[in-house]
């Protein structure tokens, strides 16, 4: 049986000692600020988090770029004259044209190495939901699970991956056409933060409103309260947009109620945090349905 390695991209949002520690490979992704271009590599060697939304809180504008099929070609096809197969899993299809790259390199790739397996598959799940969705894998992996079995699995439970999350910028959502501008400017007036989704598609809907900060943090955690399956069993991911101090209330009501494994806490990247925005808190678990 062939050896197989776990791709994924820079959206994971996972740290370096987390990609060393599960055995995958994260693709770095291109974004710039203020017109100058950037690699978003899991170490922010060239421009850390919190610089990046200090950039962003001055007024800067930030715009990403998908993986094209050259860099897929490039990262894929080493592994496979090491003889190995890829399981990649990549960041939404439905906000991102990511996903459709890599199928292109898939096809081109197996018909250049017969009898090579890649399989891409499209989690529908965006920055630390798509590092949990990652994360697991790995873990499966180490437990035996073949590539065929571990893309069957991820099929059958990532629509049981929620993600529930809410912005402190609501103008940032305005930008990327989730909020209308007049909602923006009176929603901001009046202290309303919004709390969203990512659905079965793996697009961002917002679900309600919410007036205040803490009270929207603290309906991420109602959420997971209504919907968590298996608590005890489970590691649980927060995301922040340099809020650190928010996520870490979030993690302390999850761990006041719930007995789960671990509570691992990580930036949300510049790929997503261009449109999300500074200040952005998201919290991620496996649940009854999306």
């Excluded at 197996?110 to 529908?124: M, P």
């Excluded at 059958?156 to 809410?166: A, G, Q, Y």
């Excluded at 305005?174 to 901001?188: D, H, N, P, Y």
Aim: proline residues 3%; charged residues 25%.
């Amino acid at each position: 049986m062939r050896d197989y390695v776990i791709v994924t991209d820079g959206t994971a949002d996972l740290t370096q000692e987390m990609i060393e520690e599960l055995g995958i490979i994260s693709i770095p992704m291109n974004f710039e600020v203020e017109g100058k271009a950037y690699v978003h590599y899991p170490d922010a060697r060239e421009l850390s988090a919190h610089e990046f939304y200090e950039k962003l809180r001055q007024g800067g504008k930030s715009v990403t770029s998908l993986i094209n099929t050259d860099t897929f070609l490039k990262v894929f096809e080493p592994l496979i004259k090491e003889g190995k197969d890829i399981l990649y899993i990549s960041f939404s299809s439905a906000l991102s044209g990511t996903y459709n790259s890599s199928l292109i390199a898939k096809e081109e790739l197996e018909e250049k190495y017969q009898g090579t397996k890649i399989l891409c598959f499209d989690s529908r799940c965006a920055s630390v939901g798509e590092g949990l969705c990652v994360y697991t894998a790995a873990e499966l992996k180490r437990e035996g699970y073949t590539i065929e079995e571990l893309f069957n699995w991820l099929e059958e439970n990532v629509l049981h991956l929620c993600h529930w999350f809410t912005v402190d910028d609501l103008f940032h959502l305005k930008r990327g056409g989730r909020v209308s501008a007049l909602s923006a400017g009176i929603g901001t007036a009046l202290n309303i933060k919004p709390v969203l989704h990512v659905d079965d598609e793996g697009r961002l809907i917002p679900m309600e409103k919410v007036r205040g900060r803490k009270k929207s943090i603290q309906a991420l955690f109602e959420h997971m309260e209504a919907t968590v399956t298996n608590p005890k069993d489970q590691v649980i991911f927060i995301g922040h947009g340099d809020a650190k101090e928010d996520a870490e209330y979030l993690a302390g009501l999850v761990k006041e109620r719930f007995p789960v494994k671990d509570v691992i806490i990580n930036y949300i990247g510049p790929v997503v945090g261009t449109h999300s925005g500074p200040g952005t808190i998201a919290l991620f678990f496996f649940g009854t349905g999306r």
